[in-house]
T-cell receptor, first 113, second 113 residues
Framework: QKEVEQNSGPLSVPEGAIASLNCTYSDRVSQSFFWYRQYSGKSPELIMSIYSNGDKEDGRFTAQLNKASQYVSLLIRDSQPSDSATYLCAVTGSGGGADGLTFGKGTHLIIQP | NAGVTQTPKFQVLKTGQSMTLQCAQDMNHNSMYWYRQDPGMGLRLIYYSASEGTTDKGEVPNGYNVSRLNKREFSLRLESAAPSQTSVYFC????????????FGQGTRLTVV
């Protein structure tokens, strides 16, 4: 059974600061990693995907992956109040059995103006 | 381009009633999924379909049935609704397993009284 762990928060960050969200996963053969943002009452939307060790940057967002430590993180620079949401980490494995994404329970991020 | 469309958006059922949640995608995706989301529990996979003509159980399949009607459509049926099935249901789709992101419908908020 794959597990994806996130701190549920809430994580409170001042506007303009860097928000750091963390995620660990149990399945060592996991291959693909995703960060979704979910506003209250809305569906999850993809903001970042990462497949290899290292950093991947997209605008104010940076995803970091360390497969040896089974750890993936999301950094949000220059945090804005509109970044306040729940952030879901998702992991997919190498196949066999259910091929759906396994989600963490999410971290609730609050950006304080 | 509509993406993933779910109907209905809201539904109230009495215990023991049945209903079908509909999902359709227009992105020519092979894989489709049904998740439920409950407070504190994150997204949990109910059933998935890796391709047209196949369906498999996810983490929480009891009380549900699914039909992959064709490549576009994947429905979820509650034969005899129970209060424990009160939840928000999301349909998702993606090109294939393993390394591609999933796209979500807008969700169905179901209340069973």
């Amino acid at each position: 059974q794959k597990e994806v762990e996130q701190n549920s928060g809430p994580l409170s960050v001042p506007e303009g600061a860097i928000a750091s969200l963390n995620c660990t996963y149990s399945d060592r053969v996991s291959q693909s990693f995703f960060w979704y943002r979910q506003y209250s009452g809305k569906s999850p939307e993809l903001i970042m995907s990462i497949y290899s060790n290292g950093d991947k940057e997209d605008g104010r967002f940076t995803a970091q992956l360390n497969k040896a430590s089974q750890y993936v993180s999301l950094l949000i620079r220059d945090s804005q109040p509109s970044d306040s949401a729940t952030y879901l980490c998702a992991v997919t494995g190498s196949g066999g059995g259910a091929d759906g994404l396994t989600f963490g329970k999410g971290t609730h991020l609050i950006i304080q103006p | 381009n509509a993406g993933v469309t779910q109907t209905p958006k809201f539904q109230v059922l009495k215990t023991g009633q049945s209903m079908t949640l509909q999902c359709a995608q227009d992105m020519n995706h092979n894989s489709m999924y049904w998740y439920r989301q409950d407070p504190g529990m994150g997204l949990r996979l109910i059933y998935y379909s890796a391709s047209e003509g196949t369906t498999d159980k996810g983490e929480v399949p009891n009380g549900y049935n699914v039909s992959r009607l064709n490549k576009r459509e994947f429905s979820l049926r509650l034969e005899s609704a129970a209060p424990s099935q009160t939840s928000v249901y999301f349909c998702a789709s993606r090109t294939g397993p393993f390394d591609t992101e999933a796209f979500f419908g807008q969700g169905t908020r179901l209340t069973v009284v």
